[in-house]
Each structure stands twice: as C-alpha cells, then as structure tokens.
C-alpha cells in the first residue's frame, strides 16, 4: 500500500493524493467507510461476562489494588511538582488536535524524511497486511527470530502470532512483557503488562520456563532482574532482526522515539542488524517543539517519574554505526474512520500513558482482561470500540461508571467520559430489536411528553411506598424486569409528596 493510494486523509482510493481533502478543505478528516481494525482488539466474551471471573479472583484484585495505588501515588506526586502542570496539559492536546486536522500532510513529511535519510516507509491497512510485510522483510533478512520492544501496536496486531506461524520466533525483551509471554499469558495493562502477577507467580514462572535458571532462585526483585537479565542478553546478541514500537515519530527530521525504563529498547534499537518499526498512524508529531512538550507528559503520567530513563531517537540508517537496514510500517487498523468521528477521534490523541488505567475505579477491580482487547481500562473503552465499529465491541462504552477520574487524569485531556456516552448512544441508535430497556424508555418518553400521563405515572410509582414499608429503598427482591435493578442498585422509595405537588403547594399560599 502507497500513501497515495491509501485510506487516510489524502482522499479516496480512486483519487489518489487528492489535495481537495488537505489544504482547501482542512476539516475533512478520515474516511467512515475505511477498514475496521482486526487482531487483538476483541475479545470472546462481553465484558460483563469477562469480569465477573475476574471479580472472583481475590489474588487478582489485591495485586491490582496494590499496584494502581502505588503508581496513582507517584505519579500525583511529580505531578505536583509542576507549577504549569495545566497548561502544559493544554498544549499537548493542542499538538494532538492540530497535528489530526492535517494528519495525511505530516505522514506524508515523515515518510519523505525518512525515505531521504535511508529508512523505507510501508503503508499497511490493517492487521493482516502489517503482519505480511514484518513478516516478509524478517525473511528477506534471512531470520528465524527477533527481539522485540514494548509495543502496544504490535500486539494489537498480533504479530508474534503471526511471526510464529511463519516459523519466526519473537522474543519480548520487555521485562513484564517477557513475564507475560513465558507465562503464556495476556496482558493487561498497557504500561505493567504483568500488573496482575505478583513476585512470588513472577518466580514460579522463571523456574518453570528459563532453561539455564538457578533452581535457588528467590522472588526479590533484584534476583528476578537478574534471571531476566540473563536469559535475554544471549537473544540480544545474536539477532539479526529487532522489532519495535515508536511512541512518536517527528515529521520534520523523519526521527523515531521510543522511550522506555530498561535499556533493553536501546538494545534492540542498536544492536540487530535490521530494525523494524511498527506505528499506528496517529503517533507522529510534526516538530521537535512539539515532541519536548510529550517528553514532558509522558513520563510523570505513566512511570511517575520525571524524566524517563532511556529515551532512543533516531532518523533511517548511519553507515556503521547501529542497524544499517531500518523499515517504518504505518499502521492504519481503523484509525482513518475513528479520525472520521468528530467526537470519537479524541481518542487518537492517547499517548499510551496509562494513567487513566490507574485511576479507574472498574479497571482497579475487573483487572486487564476483562476488556477483550490489548487496550484496557478506560482508553480502551473508547479506543477499540470506534477501531472495530462499535458492534463488534458493544459492551466497552458501558464499562464505567462515567466518575471522570479519567478525564481528570490524562496528560492529553482526553474526555473519556463524553466519548463513552457518544458510543453508548451510537449502539443504542443501532439498536433493530425491541429489549425491556428500550420498551422501559419508550414508555417514559411517552409518559414524560404529556402532563396527564406524567401525573398518573408518579401516582402509580407512589404504590412503591407500600413496597418499601418505611424504609429508605425498595427491597432487593422485587420481581423481574425490577430486579435487573435492585439486585445491584438501590432504588429510592418514592417520596410522599412530588415535586409538583410541592410546588403547587408552596404557590397556593
Ligand atoms: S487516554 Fe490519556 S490517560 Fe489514558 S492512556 Fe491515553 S493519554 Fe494516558
């Protein structure tokens, strides 16, 4: 796929470059009709359904609890620390809304300045087209295995499973990451993929799965660094081929950025002869100036700390030195019809630092993997929804409680909260059969639309009172549709005099 003939803003497939769409008609952005989002973006099971396994799971819960409460803590702390914290928060979402107005000119200036600088670029539609041009250009190398960066794009593409099936093998070099795929498991956090492993499973994990591990191997911290630390440094030095993320890329200099708290990126950005990076479309910036400002955000949201310890930039290949053959795939996936939704596109903005994750009080109990896909929490909530179509992914909008602790959080502003509701309202109005709740709002739209009604209405809700017998709600048992309610709410008895009644009573006098 070539940008001209691709689907983001630059116009539709049968008008290739079509400047119509990017200079005279800036507020076009995206395309409804583009491909929806494939990989790991959905699960098998509703979220309702999915969580209520993890409810029961009391380990689960505390390793969860722990965790957020620890980060939440540091990071409120550096926070704190800066005085223009808010407006530096402004000026990131700013960037973000300003650089998605004309997103199809800055890919297009990445791409010239990475091209001018040796790198070459591919544009990949989806899921499965990125997976067959990584999967071509690490046989091309001549590979059988590849080390791996943290990178949320590429498991939302499932490539390792991809790899696999190719007879590729991926190694994650991230150390949670790396938990998480000795264990066999998923992840579930964006930032603390193994949030939902203690040290002790940690360690049982390492015993079980690493070949040349010392069988006295204890669960602290330092002892399971180390035991990492050694498995992965013989598959950083000798594989051809690395795979990365970026978490932005800087359209003026074609420079990439990946920042990370290991060194193990530095590592695989440096070391493989090839180096392969996979970004989802929304990630670039258009300056430098703009990227000082993420450098800034980025950190003190998601690690709690002022600066990030590693952070690796660079620009296509330097005769000699570091990876001489470098490839950039951009990955649309859906993100040109989000781009299309004016309210949803927001969700575009994220740069993945998980705060909102820490904060959410269903994400804190339900853990990661409720969510189905690789975006949890309350980003995911809004994100993979509007990358499938809402369809596919129906019950994430209802996968909160609308708090806005996560609005309050984002470094990038994001109104997580508004977007939930916008994608509740878009299922609903997509809605062809009649459920109890759309009769139970059809009969109150009805009854709230005529005074006669209205006042029957609440005269027949009084006989709630009998219900209720003195106390301050209905009782938990009422008879269906009542108790899809009350068995999890409390409902109100109804009071002894309306608000109408009361007014009419005060203006009698
Ligand atoms: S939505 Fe905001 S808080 Fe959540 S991960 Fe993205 S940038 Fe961070």
Redesign the pocket.
């Known amino acids: 796929m070539t940008p001209t003939s691709g689907t983001l803003g630059t116009g539709s497939p049968d008008t290739p470059g079509d400047s119509r769409y990017r200079k005279s008609q800036p507020t076009f952005l995206g395309l409804p009709t583009a491909p929806r989002g494939v990989g790991h973006l959905r699960g098998d099971r509703s979220f309702p359904d999915a969580a209520r396994d993890s409810l029961r799971d009391g380990q689960l819960r505390a390793n969860l609890g722990h965790a957020t409460a620890t980060i939440r803590a540091k990071r409120a702390k550096v926070v704190g620390e800066v005085p223009d914290w808010a407006q530096l928060r402004e000026a990131g979402r700013a960037i973000k809304a300003a650089t998605m107005a004309r997103l199809d000119e800055h890919l297009i200036a990445l791409e010239e300045q990475v091209t001018a600088r040796g790198g070459t670029v591919h544009w990949a539609r989806d899921a499965t087209e990125a997976n067959a041009i990584v999967t071509r250009l690490v046989q091309a190398a001549g590979a059988d295995e590849v080390v791996k960066v943290k990178s949320m794009a590429t498991q939302e593409i499932a490539l390792n499973e991809a790899l696999e099936a190719a007879g590729i093998t991926a190694h994650e070099t991230d150390l949670a990451e790396l938990i998480v795929q000795l264990g066999e498991d998923k992840p579930s956090h964006?930032l603390v993929p193994a949030i939902h492993k203690n040290r002790a499973e940690i360690r049982e994990i390492f015993l079980r799965t690493m070949p040349a591990v010392d069988p006295a191997l204890t669960d602290e911290p330092r002892r399971l660094a180390m035991a990492a630390r050694s498995h992965l440094r013989e598959r950083f030095l000798r594989a051809r081929v690395a795979i990365s993320g970026a978490n932005f890329a800087v359209a003026e200099t074609g420079t990439l950025a990946v920042v990370e708290s290991e060194g193990n990126g530095r590592m695989c950005l440096t070391l493989p002869r090839t180096l392969i990076t996979v970004m989802g479309i929304e990630k670039v910036v258009p300056t430098w100036r703009d990227l000082e400002v993420f450098l800034q955000l980025l950190p003190r949201?998601?690690t709690g700390e002022r600066m990030n310890p590693y952070t690796s930039l660079w620009a296509g290949v330097t005769p000699g030195d570091g990876p001489q053959e470098f490839h950039l795939v951009l990955l649309d996936n859906g993100r040109t019809a989000v781009l299309a939704d004016e309210l949803g596109r927001e969700?575009l903005?994220?740069?993945?630092?998980?705060?909102?994750?820490n904060v959410c009080p269903v994400y804190e109990r339900a853990g990661g993997h409720a969510y189905g896909s690789v975006y949890p929490?309350?980003?995911g909530a809004v994100l993979s929804p509007q990358l499938t179509g809402v369809e596919d992914n129906a019950s994430l909008p209802y996968a909160s409680s609308l708090c806005g602790a996560?609005y309050d959080?984002?470094?990038?502003a994001?109104d997580?909260p508004s977007i939930l509701v916008h994608l509740r309202g878009e299922h609903v109005e997509a809605q062809t059969r009649t459920t109890p709740e759309s009769m139970a709002f059809r009969a109150l739209s009805k009854a709230m639309s005529s005074p006669r009604l209205w006042h029957l209405a609440q005269r027949a809700a009084g006989l709630g009172r009998l219900l209720a017998r003195g106390r301050a709600t209905l009782p938990a048992t009422l008879p269906p549709p009542a108790s899809h309610w009350t068995r999890t709410r409390d409902l109100p008895t109804p009071p002894q005099e309306t608000f109408t009644q009361a007014w009419a009573r005060e203006h009698r006098r």
């Open positions: 964006i949201s998601s969700a903005h994220c740069i993945r630092c998980s705060a909102c994750l929490g309350p980003i996560c959080v984002c470094p990038v994001i997580i």
